[in-house]
């Protein structure tokens, strides 16, 4: 089984935090992580599961045995019990993990009940720090993370991921609380996956949906907190010049992508004409998942202005400013370099890397031309 870096963070929270919540999308390993750090485990999806812990309450809490409780947003009844049981026993750590793939609705229940009582840590797919060198890893941006969908096993890709996302429009969506029709829901995910990488307009969505665009952002609220699409915020600066003001819309895992528009192979894939937002939607993702891991404090933006000065990716920690250029090609030439430069001296980034296929790095801790290895290198580091 392959280790997930994950881990070490579930357990040293674990160690700090009488109960600590691992959220993320459906079928990334959530369960198979927690079973890895142990505990009793109750799945509360199930209503058989629910009455078994229902009844083996008492007995479960004058025990000294960890509880796994999946899917816990389900079981609305269950978190005032948990607030109980914790603030009898403040200072034992450790006693619950809970998984949750809906955050808006996990995270309602904590802040009502466990509010500084429970640390939270997300997990992603398959990132490219956890996967062997070689066809695995190189299997990741076309097939994505998911660990069924193919990267481990490439004859799923990419009927897995049509049938995950048509078993999410059908029946987790609507249960989690969407309030959208399966068709008009999986309509909505192709389109978003037309406007991978792009501004977001809701209107323009909305009109193509009979939709108002309120609508829409409710829809994309919902999606975004389904660990599907990550809304990158666009970076605000005082430079005299008008700046692009609506986020750009990404898929996280660019499997389910690629099957929306029709790719099956990698051929396929670098002959389409949008190629070049799957690749930089692929790096932005990757460089903010080893940056959570790295458990740093962070705020990611793009920048753009209204006439064609763009960064990728912006990085905000506290102290040092990060700028991000992504560029598909394997030659990546001096004058992306030297545009690079002059937009990071707008933002006043401290680092500028321009991320491109090349195995040629050359690039120090300041910035330079680096591949995505290198890139996710720098990041562990800081």
């Known amino acids: 089984m392959l280790r997930r870096s994950a881990a070490r963070i579930v357990r040293d929270r674990l160690t700090g935090n009488p109960a600590v919540a691992l959220v993320g999308p459906r079928q990334c390993g959530k369960t198979t992580l927690a079973r890895a750090i142990g505990g009793a485990y109750f799945d509360l999806e199930q209503e058989a599961e629910r009455l078994r812990l229902d009844v083996e309450w008492e007995a479960r809490m004058a025990g000294r045995e960890r509880l796994i409780l999946d899917e816990a ?9 948990l607030r109980g049981a914790i603030d009898r026993e403040r200072r034992r750590s450790g006693r619950f993990l809970l998984l949750g793939s809906v955050s808006p609705a996990l995270m309602t229940r904590v802040s009502e009940s466990l509010a500084g009582r429970l640390a939270l840590v997300e997990l992603s797919p398959f990132h490219w720090s956890e996967l062997p060198a070689g066809p695995t890893r190189d299997r990741l941006w076309l097939c994505g993370g998911f660990p069924d969908g193919g990267v481990l096993r490439p004859a799923r890709f990419p009927r897995w991921q049509l049938d995950y996302l048509a078993l999410m429009a059908q029946r987790d969506l609507p ?14 995910l192709h389109m978003l996956a037309a406007v991978h990488g792009q501004a977001w307009n809701a209107s323009q969505l909305g009109q193509s949906l009979g939709l108002s665009h309120h609508t829409v952002n409710s829809y994309l609220d919902f999606l975004a907190g389904a660990f599907l699409i990550r809304r990158l915020a666009p970076f605000h600066a005082n430079i005299g010049k008008r700046l692009t003001k609506s986020p750009k819309v990404y898929w996280r895992d660019t499997g389910l992508l690629h099957a929306l528009l029709n790719v099956a192979d990698r051929t396929a894939l670098l002959s389409q004409p949008w190629v070049g937002a799957s690749w930089e939607g692929f790096v932005i993702e990757q460089v903010l998942v080893a940056m959570s891991l790295s458990t740093r404090p962070f705020d990611p933006f793009f920048f753009r202005t209204s006439d064609g000065h763009e960064i990728d990716l912006v990085l905000n920690l506290g102290r040092e400013r990060w700028a991000i250029e992504v560029k598909l090609s394997s030659s ?6 030297e545009r690079l430069n002059r937009v990071a001296d707008m933002i006043g980034a401290d680092r500028r890397y321009l991320v491109s296929m090349s195995p040629a790095v050359s690039a120090d801790a300041r910035g330079g031309s680096v591949d995505l290895a290198r890139l996710l290198e720098l990041v562990a580091r800081g």
Request: glycine letters at 4%.
């Open 73 to 81: 947003q389900t079981w609305p009844e269950l978190f005032p019990r």
């Open 175 to 188: 249960a989690w609380g969407l309030p959208s029709r399966p068709q008009a829901t999986l309509r909505l």
């Open 332 to 337: 990546p030439s001096p004058a992306d370099w």
